[in-house]
């Protein structure tokens, strides 16, 4: 079992970074892929990024690629995501995830996990 929480969104303003966080409990993390994902109304949920168990396989959805950066740090248990350039069309709300999949980490029904998400909004 894996409990996470995200942190570190808010209102910002165009061109802002912000960088959120994910506290994940359990003595595991170390085993799970995460995954950034994120949902603005009406709209699906979208994936955003996602981060192999080592750190060293990256993946990134094509709206954030090269904007967005993420990373984890094992022995705090924690992912990030690094945030540049924010556009308004980056306002949702971004959930954190976590799967023990290895492969189609940008799919979000091979998550096991989800946080209870962190609002992000962008105005222009």
């Known amino acids: 079992q894996v409990h996470l929480v995200e942190s570190g969104g808010g209102l910002v303003q165009a061109g802002d970074s912000l960088r959120l966080s994910c506290a994940a409990s359990?003595?595991?993390?170390?085993?799970?892929?995460m995954g950034w994902f994120r949902q603005a109304p009406g709209k699906d949920r979208e994936f955003v990024a996602a981060?192999?168990?080592?750190?060293?396989?990256?993946y990134y959805g094509d709206s954030v690629r090269g904007r967005f950066t993420i990373s984890r740090d094992n022995a705090k248990n924690t992912v990030f995501l690094e945030m540049n350039g924010l556009k308004p069309e980056d306002t949702a709300v971004y959930y954190c995830?976590?799967?023990?999949?290895?492969?189609?980490?940008?799919?979000?029904?091979?998550?096991?996990?989800w946080g209870q998400g962190t609002q992000v909004t962008v105005s222009s």
């Open positions: 995830a976590a799967t023990t999949a290895r492969l189609r980490l940008g799919q979000s029904r091979h998550y096991n996990y």
């Open positions: 981060i192999g168990w080592s750190g060293e396989n990256l």
């Open positions: 359990g003595r595991t993390f170390g085993s799970y892929s």
